[in-house]
């Protein structure tokens, strides 16, 4: 989820600062070469160089000048997020590339990725940008990748309904057990979920997120996280386990009108699931009372994978070397989180030494940059 606090934590400021760094990134030029379109953002500005473009895939060089991470957005005129690029640096560039048909969007640039801010109008218009029309293999891809997404929707409906239960009994232990394995399927895919309206701030919103005006509507899991961990009861919290699994049925049902994009969904939404590794988990911000980030680590990580591995051919083909280093990055975060299995799931993160987290930390510094480049490889 979106997070506007990424350099919360004192004592691990330095390892956040070289991941959010790492995260720029660069997605290639998608075959654009010298066309892709300038993007100035700054902590107050979103300046986009062109605004009529054509259909098919586009290259949007952006540029942050401004003083905080920022974060770009192509958007529908109702604000439903096309595709997003999250935690450009302060001073980096980076190239993003998307598949857009004709229509009317908005590019939004949004300076400590609150997920608001100044946007200007885009046009398109073409017959291009049909997703995986180019290639059949993106297409068996989106289409198995739609799959495993209503599939990990169903399974955190399930292992969330069981959570949900013991908080309504006053479980307490139970709860706490069930909390970590029913939020898995749910990190897996987030990115997709957010395309849907609020559910996401809904569902997974942090307290150290919110504005004092907002807490008093917050919802969803860290609510009963905190509730499980800080105070020990969740007399009381009854309504707030109805209503995690009122937004996780509403998220299902929006989920028929689901289309993915090999490109804007599937290689960019692998790219923000490490983002989250790296601004959330390795940090240790995200579980703040359960320190169970690891278990969210996996899901991320295993999200990323199978977006990899479904697109593999392509990349393969197209840009061997990249595969190459997708796949042994991929194994060595893989072989660090194995480290800390414990039974059926994860040791307690503040287990965790600063020196282990820092390894951590460069394993997915060393993955981010070669997957920032799967966008490009893939809209090749």
């Known amino acids: 989820m979106r997070s506007s606090s990424l350099l919360a934590l004192a004592g691990v400021s330095a390892l956040s600062a070289s991941l959010l760094a790492a995260c720029g990134g660069d997605d290639g030029d998608g075959g654009k070469g010298g066309d892709a379109v300038k993007v100035t953002a700054s902590d107050s500005a979103c300046e986009v160089a062109k605004t009529e473009l054509p259909a098919g895939k586009i290259t949007f060089k952006v540029l942050n000048k401004g003083s905080q991470a920022n974060e770009f957005e192509i958007l529908r ?31 939004l640039c949004s300076a400590g990725q609150t997920g608001k801010g100044p946007s200007r109008d885009i046009k398109v ?13 993106l297409t068996d891809a989106a289409s198995e990748y739609k799959t495993f997404v209503l599939a990990q929707v169903d399974d ?5 309904q069981k959570f949900a239960d ?19 399927g749910w990190e897996t895919i987030e990115p997709v979920a957010e395309k849907f309206g609020d559910i996401d701030p ?3 919103a942090r307290e150290a ?18 509730a499980l961990w800080k105070d020990g009861s969740v007399k009381g919290k009854e309504q707030y386990a109805d209503r995690l699994m009122a937004d996780l049925k509403n998220l299902k049902g929006q989920m028929a009108t689901l289309a993915i994009d090999p490109v ?13 590794v790296a601004t959330g988990k390795v940090t240790g911000e995200e579980e703040a009372f359960s320190h169970t980030d690891l278990w969210d680590f996996k899901g991320n990580v295993d999200g990323a994978k199978k977006v990899y591995d479904l697109l593999r051919p392509v990349v393969r083909q197209k840009d061997a070397q990249l595969a190459q280093d997708l796949d042994e990055n991929f194994a060595a975060v893989e072989k660090l989180l ?18 282990e987290r820092k390894s951590l930390g460069d394993a997915v510094n060393a993955l981010g940059e070669p997957l920032s480049k799967l966008a490009g490889a893939v809209a090749k």
Do not use: C, Q
């Open 338 to 355: 194995a480290k800390y299995r414990k039974g059926d799931g994860y040791v307690s993160y503040d287990t965790v030494p600063a020196a």
């Open 77 to 107: 005129p109702d604000g439903k997020i096309i595709a997003e690029r999250e935690n450009i640096g302060p001073g980096t560039t980076v190239n993003f590339v998307v598949n857009l048909s004709a229509g009317d969007y908005k590019a």
């Open 166 to 184: 013991a908080v309504k009994a006053g479980d307490v232990a139970k709860a706490k057990e069930l909390y970590a394995p029913s939020r898995m």
């Open 125 to 137: 218009t073409g017959s291009g940008g049909a997703a995986g029309t180019a290639d059949p293999r």
């Open 202 to 204: 809904k569902i997974d």
């Open 264 to 276: 804007n969904d599937m290689a960019h939404g692998a790219k923000e699931l490490l983002d989250e």
């Open 209 to 226: 997120d919110l504005k004092p005006a907002e807490k008093a509507d917050w919802s969803g899991w860290h609510l009963l996280e905190k």
């Open 156 to 160: 955190t409906i399930a292992k969330a």
